[in-house]
């Protein structure tokens, strides 16, 4: 298993992009924990810093630690179950800007492979074929932004929402995300200092007032 240096950016402490009495939006730095872990030292996190702002504070969802960008939180039980059950059942749209290894040849395409956890490496996940045991459908689509020298970045739409999944499946596609420090090679983690994955845009619709909501942070991965 992976020793996990945590070392969580102390600016900015939290980057609030919004909040009423129902939801918090915040824009969430790489490094920074989504929720806490088991060990003591990774109770600073997105979640505890905002629950000493509005002790309130209900996780929805998470992004991976490396991972930077938009992320809702829920200020009430009602909230929380409206919001859980849009990611349940896919009614929103998450939208990741990425940079990864190499030259995409195609301008777009889907990367449909399912996923299991690697039970030799936890907390690993790999690609496996659909129907084995611990196996779940994944789905992802991806648009080519703009090729450059020896990266690509590109546009990445997940359809499903597994652990891992952005990053397994552009491995499997031949292109790993660039400062991935889980999945890449020497090469890779060396290329740049810090996961190049970012939640670019999320699209949701509000659990009280049903409108629709658009968040936005551009990603930080300009050539």
């Not at 499946?169 to 890779?188: Q, R, S, T």
Request: hydrophobic content about 35%.
């Amino acid at each position: 298993m992976q020793i996990f240096d945590y070392q969580p950016p102390s600016v900015p402490w939290i980057d609030l992009r919004y909040q009423d009495r129902d939801l918090i939006i915040i824009n969430k730095p790489s490094g920074l924990l989504s929720n806490p872990g088991r060990a003591a030292h990774t109770l600073d996190c997105a979640l505890t810093r905002l629950q000493r702002l509005y002790p309130d504070t209900i996780l929805v969802h998470r992004l991976d630690c490396a991972t930077s960008g938009i992320m809702v939180f829920a200020r009430n039980k009602k909230a929380e179950s409206q919001l859980k059950t849009q990611f349940q059942d896919r009614q929103n749209e998450k939208v990741y800007i990425a940079e990864v290894m190499g030259v995409i040849a195609k301008d777009a395409g889907i990367i449909d492979l399912a996923i299991a956890p690697d039970p030799e490496h936890p907390p690993y996940q790999k690609t496996q074929t659909a129907g084995t045991a611990g196996a779940k459908s994944a789905l992802t689509h991806y648009r080519v932004l703009e090729r450059r020298e020896n990266s690509t970045l590109v546009e990445l739409t997940p359809q499903t929402g597994r652990t891992h999944q952005l990053r397994v499946h552009m491995l499997a596609l031949g292109h790993p995300i660039l400062g991935d420090e889980f999945y890449g090679d020497d090469e890779v983690i060396k290329a740049r200092p810090r996961l190049c994955l970012h939640a670019q845009s999320l699209r949701f619709t509000h659990p009280y007032s049903g409108k629709a909501m658009h968040f936005y942070s551009k990603h930080p991965f300009s050539a």
